[in-house]
């Protein structure tokens, strides 16, 4: 039996390889670098020589706009974390409870329960009906599970999952499973679960950007200042800078009264992007782990 050698690379190919991956991490890395560099620019200064890598003015004029309703801001961080935690536990946790049925040959109606996933992707009821569910039937606007609900079940994660547990769970396994007495839910929990942690951190890592980045319920179903997100909070003081610097009578009217004229602008945009990325910088190493965990679980030796 012939023993097959390792692949060598010469040291040329090494270095081209090495060479290629620094650069793309550069690119990767160079755009989060000039944001914040231009958050922490003088707002007179980019406007008249545009973006550079190093501050040819220091100012932290931004944050200091941005930060003058700190409690708000807490707030609101406070929000999208609990929104984002629980959204995401809850969405992964029924987005595999309807995806691992439809996986099952032996499911009753499964035709049915996979049409009807399906329909939702490319059909809705429309915006007014939609909100009036949320709010006229189930009441819940101006609450935090108005901000977690609409985003909780995703069709196309559904169909993911699907497809995972189909092709990459062994049947053989379940088989023995049901031989030694467990049962479906316990034989989903035990078995299937742990073999699955790669589509299950991924959808994970979909879902938790989904709601750390999402705005858009907060303006529809929020009326409050309690419970907004921190990316509708952001959305909403860039969209009231913009209009006092766009609108002259306002600005003259500022002016006569003693008020601020010198608003940031665009290095307010790069605050609002500095503050917003933070904790979701972390979700990816954190979900990572168990990319190469679960394909170290799922192996299985033939």
């Known amino acids: 039996m012939s023993s097959s050698k390792p692949l ?3 040291g040329k190919s090494k270095v081209v390889i090495h060479a290629f991956f620094i650069f793309y991490a550069a690119i990767c890395i160079l755009p989060l670098v000039l944001v914040l560099s231009i958050s922490l620019s003088d707002e007179t200064t980019v406007i008249a020589n545009g ?6 003015q220091f100012s932290i ?3 200091d706009f941005l930060f003058k ?4 801001i807490v707030r609101s961080y406070g929000v999208s974390i609990f929104v984002t935690v629980v959204g995401t536990v809850i969405s992964v946790a029924l987005t595999a409870f309807y995806a691992y049925p439809l996986s099952r040959r032996d499911l009753p109606y499964k035709g049915f329960f996979a049409f009807f996933i399906f329909f939702t992707m490319l059909f809705n009821g429309g915006l007014v009906p939609w909100y009036l569910v949320y709010v006229n039937l189930l009441d819940l606007k101006n ?3 108005v901000l977690i609900m609409p985003m909780l079940m995703s069709p196309f994660f559904v169909l993911v999952m699907r497809t ?3 092709n990459s769970i062994p049947v053989s396994i379940l088989e023995s499973a049901r031989v030694d007495g467990a049962g479906e839910l316990r034989t989903f929990i035990r078995i299937v679960l742990p073999l699955s942690l790669p589509v299950l951190a991924t959808v994970a890592l979909f879902s938790t950007l989904n709601y750390w980045n999402d705005w ?4 529809i179903f929020i009326s409050d200042n309690k419970t907004i ?3 509708y909070l952001m959305y909403r003081t860039l969209l009231d800078i913009q209009y006092l610097t766009s609108n002259s009578n306002v600005a003259s009217q500022i002016s006569s009264q003693g008020g601020m004229l010198d608003l940031p602008n665009k290095t307010l945009q790069m605050a609002m992007a500095v503050v917003g990325i933070g904790p979701i910088v972390l979700a990816y190493p954190f979900f990572q782990r168990y990319f190469i965990k679960g394909l170290t679980v799922g192996a299985v030796k033939g």
């Open 229 to 231: 997100s921190l990316q």
């Open 216 to 219: 858009y319920l907060s303006m």
């Open 143 to 145: 609450t935090l599970w």
């Open 69 to 72: 309703d700190m409690e708000q």
């Open 61 to 63: 004029s931004a944050y």
């Open 164 to 166: 995972f547990f189909a």
């Open 51 to 56: 973006y550079k890598f190093i501050p040819e």
């Open 8 to 10: 060598q690379v010469s």
